[in-house]
């Protein structure tokens, strides 16, 4: 469950009362684990898709919740009595960004003139190495009208703020507008990790761990890459060489064309992996432990020409994980994290999540084609160190999934597996129960699930369709009686 998909009044789902009431549901429910969808800081132009973020660092300021603002002397009551009708059940981004941008404006002079907290500096000073890149290159783009950085002056394209403010003193780099729009883009990053650790640290009050999600690249237009160009394989101007991707697969006859610089793992090498494991470190701190997007590619890539329009005719690319990973574990003993290894999984991505004793995926909806003896995805293949799914993000909902794609064979083999047929409204909880009978040490299901949704409340659908990323649970939906009926299963099962 998304956090931008909870109930609010404010467009889109943030990190206010609706976030706690979902944790009281939780803790009714029975539940020990909260998964999101990466926090970071995504933006109208990557459609706002959590997976191509201005920052692997950052988090999402549309996240930041204006009630809570207000509780924190932030903001008056006024400001945000009066926000416009958004819909109930569907994310409103543009139209969320622009009415908090106003209500970030205030809140940031008032917080500038007396309301600070005293431990802001002290945020500041934790997280420089990320947060002084982060507000320079945030800045600098609202500066030249949203322009990607390569498209900048090459003075700031190519030195980042401060060396350009040494080279130029009479540059606008210096005016106090712009100096202003970097506190404020430190300041609210003040603010997202405040109100976030506070609502984790009421969802661990309740016996619930979060569970977070690193995409493994990140966006061209980002801070990460303009500040550490040399991690990533650019041309001179700083357009991406290669871009991220995966061959055709389940989802897609031409691939997934994904559009990411990737890395340059030599020079990565050099580094002692120093941005990777900063980025791991970070992560661990902010969540109980993470799944990790794609770990496929930590050991061999696809990579494409930046020029083309598919990723049909790219390259596997190796990756020197033995070194990494050891670094990795050297300096984070103990990383609690587990691998997404769906789609083309080779004999060497099995060693690497066998010898770290990772817990990897299974997922439901794989299940009921294919080879019943071979396909992980079965439930009588499922091993205990490994975590089993419904359906994820990218899947279609249960029911969706049952009603639109599950014909002929398929359908059979599902019912056979189940020993009896089974309806539209009952397969959602159907497959709950085979999940939670599962020998998989932990079974996730998506809220859609739970609730019973059709299709219109996928999340995501790869490969570029959409739209995406605009599911949201209408209010009221977590009721005591829906809490019960899970709670009930999860004891049936022994995961209470």
């Known amino acids: 469950m998304h956090v931008t998909s909870l109930p609010s009044g404010y467009g889109i789902g943030d990190f206010g009362p609706a976030a706690y009431k979902f944790a009281d549901f939780l803790k009714a429910a029975g539940q ?11 933006t109208a132009g990557a459609g706002y898709s959590p997976y191509k973020c201005l920052s692997a660092f950052a988090g999402n300021p549309l ?10 002397g932030l903001l008056r009551r006024a400001q945000i009595a009066d926000a416009p009708a958004f819909a109930v059940d569907t994310a409103d981004y543009r139209a969320a960004a622009s009415y908090k941008a106003r209500l970030f404006d205030a809140a940031f002079e008032r917080f500038k003139h007396g309301a600070g907290s005293a431990d802001y500096e002290s945020f500041v000073q934790e997280h420089q190495d990320w947060l002084e890149p982060y507000a320079d290159f945030v800045a600098l783009r609202r500066h030249f009208k949203m322009r990607e950085w390569c498209a900048w002056p090459v003075t700031f394209r190519d030195f980042g703020l401060e060396k350009a403010r040494a080279a130029n003193p009479k540059s606008a780099v210096n005016n106090p507008q712009l100096r202003d729009s970097v506190a404020r883009e430190k300041f609210l990053q003040y603010v997202f990790y405040r109100q976030y650790l506070r609502l984790k640290q009421y969802c661990n009050e309740c016996g619930i761990q979060v569970a977070g999600d690193i995409p493994i690249y990140v966006a061209h237009d980002s801070a990460d890459v303009w500040s550490h160009p040399d991690l990533f394989k650019l041309t001179r101007s700083g357009k991406p060489h290669f871009v991220s991707g995966v061959p055709p697969d389940y989802f897609s006859k031409t691939g997934q064309l994904w559009g990411n610089p990737v890395y340059d793992w030599q020079r990565l090498e050099e580094t002692n992996f120093d941005w990777w494991v900063r980025r791991m470190k970070h992560n661990l701190l902010l969540f109980d432990f993470v799944r990790v997007d794609h770990f496929r590619g930590f050991i061999a890539y696809w990579e494409v020409p930046g020029s083309h329009k598919t990723a049909m005719h790219g390259r596997w690319a190796p990756v020197p994980h033995a070194k990494f990973f050891r670094e990795l574990f050297r300096q984070i003993p103990f990383a609690a994290m587990f691998a997404e290894d769906l789609g083309s999984i080779t004999a060497d991505v099995r060693e690497v999540v066998a010898r770290y004793e990772l817990p990897r995926m299974s997922v439901l909806q794989f299940a009921f084609n294919g080879d019943p003896v ?3 995805h079965m439930p009588h293949n499922h091993v205990e160190n490994s975590i089993v799914y419904t359906g994820t993000h990218d899947n279609n909902t249960t029911r969706g999934w049952f009603e639109n794609e599950m014909t002929g064979q398929r359908r ?6 189940l020993g009896c047929k089974v309806s539209a409204g009952e397969i959602s909880w159907e497959l709950t129960r085979v999940a939670m009978r599962s020998v998989a040490r932990i079974a996730i299901i998506p809220m859609q699930d739970v609730l019973g949704l059709r299709s219109r409340a996928r999340m995501n659908t790869p490969a570029g369709k959409g739209p995406n990323w605009l599911w949201r649970m209408r209010p009221g939906r977590t009721d005591t009686r829906l809490a019960r ?12």
């Open 412 to 417: 059979k083999n599902l019912f056979e597996y």
């Open 374 to 376: 071979r396909n992980p």
């Open 63 to 72: 996240l930041i919740s204006p009630d809570l603002l207000y509780q924190d």
């Open 32 to 42: 020990n684990y909260w998964q999101l969808l990466p926090l970071n800081h995504t």
């Open 485 to 496: 009926r899970l709670r009930d299963l999860t004891a049936t099962y022994g995961r209470l």
